[in-house]
């Protein structure tokens, strides 16, 4: 199951709550303040794998996001 980060329009707190992926836009309220004022956020993640560093940015550090034959980033 998903695990969803989602921001409180009314307090300001982002928290996160495993749920199915049907339910994902789902009315969900607020962790803190009980709020139905919510959206789901975007989440950041990284990543690493044999060395090289994989973000959710879509770039690297060595090609600043245009094509890299150093890390196969197109």
Do not use: W
Not at 54 to 65: A, F, N, P, Q, W
């Amino acid at each position: 199951m998903p695990l969803y980060e989602y921001v409180c329009q009314d307090c300001g707190v982002r928290f996160e709550v495993l749920r199915p992926m049907r339910d994902a836009d789902a009315d969900i309220p607020c962790k803190n303040c009980l709020g139905k004022n919510t959206k789901r956020a975007l989440s950041v993640f990284y990543a690493s794998s044999d060395g090289r560093s994989v973000t959710s940015s879509g770039s690297c550090d060595s090609c600043s996001g245009g094509s890299c034959s150093s890390c196969g980033h197109h």
